[in-house]
């Protein structure tokens, strides 16, 4: 119980242990399809790791003796994430106000049982639970990651693993950059050419590629099944030379310039006088909002050095407009903060002091301080990956902090939560999205998910020991730091 991470807001062990019989079964306390899924996820993951049949069954009057139970409660102290879970010898009972409770709860006690269960072949032998209370619930709402598969494309049953690992640790937003320079990688099915034009190549000519209409519901839907919204972001004014190549029209010049296959950032524009571009965001958020159950649309907006000042600002007001027509809250990095903005805009800090100026205009901000939560950073002058423009994070930097007093002017109330972007111009495979998301991803999830109070870099260090047992088990390539004592 001392290996978790997340760290539990609340944890009593009592020193006992429940041993998971090869009799045991699963009951769920209602016939709720949600329950069920939710007992069979568990049984999935426990059966690979036991061997056991752990039948998935609608609970009868007194049967919980040597069984897990599952069950939706009527108390909402711990809000929609937070559950309760109580081991004793005789029995394991996990409670939640709503369903997403259960399953963070069922990823906590997946971290129970010891780490060679990981591994899929089964294990046939006496499978241990430490016992004890666990009273636990997030500190933010927002808990993500980024992943960007524009500068090299990944393929859906590789970002469907990334999934798994990200439930695994509780974040509940996977960010998916799906457009830049060098990629367009979602099918439009209005302006066809930016998918087929457009994705046709990455950095280096490599990984070219995209998502058809389908494949990426398919991917959404996964993640869903995982309490993981997916965050689509178009990129726009600027990284926007894939969608420039494919359509000369929406260009100022009406001539398209060539697909881009280096690294630079900051040099392309859409033409922000041309009403032909106000049809291509209409038709690309339409598209996509049709394609994404949640909320949020994220319209980019970084690093348009290319676009003048007040043209940036008229753009970037008018495509708000537009997300808000197809019933979507709009999203963008900092920079967004210079246009007038809707209380219910988000804005991503990651660099500069434009998050202050999103506050006061009443916007809330998620925070990804690049020097911090930056997951494409190097760790150090000897990482094989990365860059270092925000400097070298290791594994303590990427802890160490407190998203309350990481920016003055942005307190606890304003910050909706935390992600950490993993820029792929150095990446092309999954084992390098592994190399350096974690251990750091951990780090960041905990930030997230627990109070500021129980966290702590000497007494975490070594907890994350434990979890480079169960990445081994996993096979991911993580990343040896010398700060963590494996
Ligand atoms: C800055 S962070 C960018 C990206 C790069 C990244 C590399 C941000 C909003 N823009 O275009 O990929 O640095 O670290």
């Known amino acids: 119980m001392d290996n978790l991470s997340p760290k539990p807001a609340f944890a009593a062990p009592t020193g006992e242990k429940f041993i998971l019989s090869p009799t045991a079964q699963i009951l769920v306390e209602s016939p709720m399809p949600e329950l069920l899924r939710l007992g069979n ?10 061997g056991y049949a752990l039948p998935v069954s609608v609970k009868r009057a007194a049967e919980t003796r040597n069984n897990i139970s599952l069950a939706l409660d009527a108390d909402a102290t711990l809000g929609a994430e937070g559950y309760t879970l109580n081991i004793t010898p005789e029995a394991v009972a996990l409670k939640a106000h709503r369903a997403a409770g259960l399953f963070y709860g069922i990823q906590t006690l997946r971290q129970l049982l010891p780490p060679a269960t990981e591994n899929a072949a089964p294990q046939n032998r006496a499978c241990e639970i430490a016992c004890g209370i666990l009273r636990d619930a997030p500190r933010f709402a927002w808990r993500g990651t980024m992943l960007d598969v524009a500068r090299h494309f990944f393929k859906v049953e590789e970002v469907k693993r990334y999934v798994d690992l990200l439930a695994a640790y509780k974040l509940n937003r996977l960010h998916l950059h799906l457009t830049d320079d060098q990629g367009w990688r979602i099918e439009i099915k209005t302006w066809d050419k930016l998918a087929t034009i457009g994705g046709s190549t990455g950095v280096n000519g490599k990984n070219g590629g995209y998502y058809t209409q389908d494949e990426y519901r398919e991917l959404v839907a996964y993640a869903a099944e995982r ?3 997916v965050v689509p972001e178009i990129d726009m004014p600027g990284h926007t030379n894939a969608a420039l190549a494919s359509y000369p029209d929406l260009n100022c010049s009406g001539s398209a310039p060539a697909l881009y296959t280096g690294t630079d950032v900051g040099f392309s524009s859409l033409c922000i006088d041309k009403e032909i571009t106000y049809q ?30 007040d043209a940036y600002v008229r753009f970037i007001e008018r495509v708000q407009q537009i997300v808000h027509a197809h019933g979507k809250q709009m999203m963008g990095w900092e920079e967004i903060a210079q246009a007038q903005l809707s209380p219910q805009t988000i804005v991503q800090h990651w ?24 997951l494409d950073m190097q760790y150090n002058e000897t990482s094989p990956l990365g860059l270092h423009w925000a400097g070298y994070v290791e594994v ?49 999830a905990e930030i997230g998910w627990s109070p500021q109070a129980v966290r702590d870099w000497s007494e975490y260090r070594q907890r994350l020991a434990a979890h480079g047992a169960r990445w081994t088990q996993l096979g991911i390539n993580f990343y040896r730091s010398p700060q963590v004592p494996w």
Request: charged residues 20%.
């Open 280 to 309: 291509f965001v209409d038709d690309v958020v339409r598209e996509l909002a049709a394609l994404t159950p949640s909320a949020y649309i994220h319209i980019g907006g970084d690093e348009a050095h290319a676009t003048d000042k």
């Open 41 to 50: 996820f568990l049984a999935d993951a426990l059966r690979d790791a036991t």
């Open 396 to 444: 303590q930097d990427a802890y160490n902090w407190d998203p309350a007093t990481q920016i003055e002017g942005v307190t606890e109330q304003d910050i909706l939560g935390v992600e950490a972007p993993l820029w792929s111009e150095t990446l092309t495979t999954l084992s390098d999205i592994e190399y350096m998301a974690f251990p750091r991803l951990a780090g960041i």
């Open 351 to 374: 660099f500069s002091d434009h998050a202050a100026q999103a506050v006061r205009q009443g916007a809330r901000v998620i925070l990804s301080p690049a020097h911090k939560a930056y």
């Open 227 to 229: 309490y993981i919204v």
